[in-house]
């Protein structure tokens, strides 16, 4: 029997799954969350070599590189830019297309691993530090909470991305 990619449970990251009221944090946390499992359950029962595929030519995007490309997101904005944790790179650093195109069947749940590791982590690093910190970004300032809505907004695109590459596949649709 072939590994596939585990489900994280019916409930994991419903929109009802975390709060809809109440605390500022709780809420990006939340919701933050909810991208994060649904990337998650749109990969869920597939095979590696599935997660691999680049179904939709003449683009080369598969879920298995939105998987690693958002592992190298989460390192670089909430541990290296806002956690100020000293990381070596992922998947090449900023910039580099290789999350993108690197990824082996071989190495999917390897991938699907460092990636809850990796929010898990980035969680951790910025868990005490307010919302209205800020970071230099490019020479403008920006605050955690704007992080925040840059990672969930970044999370979203890609798994439009995810859920068409998803229907490709295997037809799955809704996930």
Partial sequence: MSWTAPDPGPSAGLLTGGPMTGDERAVLQGYLDRHRATLL???????????AARPVPPS????????RHLAKVERIWLRRRVGGEDVPDLHGGPGDPTDFDAGVAEL?????????????RGDAA???????????FRGEAMSLRMVYLHLIGEYARHNGHADLLRQVIDGVVGR
């Fill in 60 to 67: 080369t995007l598969s879920l298995l590189g939105l998987v």
């Fill in 126 to 136: 910025v868990a005490g530090i307010p919302l209205d910190h800020e970071i230099d």
């Fill in 41 to 51: 359950r749109i990969c869920a029962g597939l095979t590696a070599e599935e997660l």
């Fill in 108 to 120: 999917a749940a390897d991938e699907l691993r460092v990636l809850q590791e990796e929010a898990a």
